[in-house]
C-alpha cells in the first residue's frame, strides 16, 4: 500500500512538472511575441518609410543589432516606394493602379491567346519617377503597362502561361486614351483606381536570404525580419519581399521552358553559368495586397514582376516574367 501511494505521489509529481514546464514556454514564447509586437511598434513610429540608409542604421543600433551593421550596409539597394490613394478621376496618362488603362488609341486592351480580356494592373508615368535615384535605369519619359490574368490563373511556374502577363511600354503621350472595360470581364477582373506618390526608399535581402542566415541567429533574424517584411509594400525595383522564397532562380529556369529538374541534372559547370544568369534577374515592380486597390493575390500575397537589366535597357518588356506568392 505504501509503495503504490509513493507511486502516485511521483506520478502525480512528474504531471504537475510537465505542466509548468508546459505553461513557462508558452509564458516564453508569448513574451516572445509581445516583446517582438512592441520592437515593431517602436519601429514603425521612429523610422517607418526607409527614405535613407541612415535609418536603417538606425534600426540596427537600437534593435542590437550594430555588431553586424558593416556586413549588411552593402548589401543595402535602392528602390522606389509607392503609396496608393483611391481615387477615381485620375488626371489621363498619370500613373495608377487598377480602374482602366490610358493606352495609345491605336493599341487595343491586352488579351491571352485565348481571346480572354486581361486584367489591368498598373500604369507607370515615369516622369514623375526621373529625379529619384533608382530610376537611372528607366527612360526619363513614357509609361510602362502591367496586366494580368483576370482571374489568377497563373502563379508564374510554366512557361505557357507567358500570355497571362502583358508588360508594355509606350512613350506616345500625345495619343492617348482611357480605353473601356470589356465586355468579358467579370467585377474581379477590374482593381478599384489608386492614383500613386513615389519615394526614395532602401532595402535589405529578405530573411530566408543565405547571406542573412550565415549572418545572424535566430534571434536576431526575428528582429531582422520586422525591417524586412513590411505589411503593405509596393515598389519599383530593391529587394523583393519574399513570402515563398527567392525568385530569380525560378524567373531564368521558366523563362527558358525549364523546370527544377533540369537544373538538377546540369554538370557544375553549366550549374555555375546558370547561377550567374539568375544573378541577371532584378524586381520591376512589386504589388502587394491592398484594401484601397481591392487586390488579393491569393491569400493575402504579392504579385512579382521581374526582367534582366539588359533587356530593361533595351526596354524589351516582353521578356519580363512574373511570379505570384502568397501565404
Sequence with gaps: ??????????????????????????????????????????????????????????????????????????????????????????????????????????????????????????????????NLESSISLPKKGIIYFFYSSEQESWGSD?????????????????????????????????KSCELTFSNSYSLPSGDNDFVSKELNREEKDIYDLITYPQVNHKIFGYSNNIQGAMEQECELVSKGLHYEDYRAFDSQKKEEFERKEKEWKLLLQIDSDNKTEMMWGDSGRLYFWIKQKDLENLDFDKAWFILQCY
Design 159 to 191: 512557361y505557357n502561361d507567358k500570355d497571362k502577363i502583358k508588360v508594355y511600354y509606350s512613350n506616345d503621350l500625345n495619343n492617348l486614351e482611357k480605353k473601356q472595360i470589356p465586355s468579358d470581364f467579370s467585377e474581379f477582373g477590374i482593381y
Design 1 to 130: 500500500m505504501k509503495i503504490t501511494f509513493f507511486v502516485v505521489i511521483l506520478i502525480f509529481s512528474v504531471i504537475v512538472k510537465i505542466l509548468a514546464e508546459k505553461n513557462k514556454q508558452k509564458s516564453d514564447s508569448n513574451r516572445k511575441r509581445m516583446e517582438q509586437k512592441a520592437i515593431k511598434v517602436e519601429y514603425d513610429k521612429q523610422i517607418g518609410i526607409i527614405n535613407s540608409k541612415e535609418k536603417i542604421e538606425i534600426f540596427f543600433n537600437q534593435f542590437n543589432l550594430a555588431k553586424h551593421w558593416n556586413n549588411f550596409e552593402p548589401k543595402i539597394k535602392s528602390e522606389i516606394n509607392i503609396e496608393t490613394f483611391e481615387n477615381s478621376n485620375i488626371e489621363l496618362g498619370k500613373s495608377k493602379f487598377g480602374g482602366v488603362p490610358d493606352l495609345p488609341k491605336n493599341v487595343e486592351w491586352f488579351k491571352e491567346k485565348n481571346g480572354k480580356s486581361l486584367s489591368f494592373i498598373a500604369q507607370l508615368n515615369l516622369s514623375e519617377i526621373k
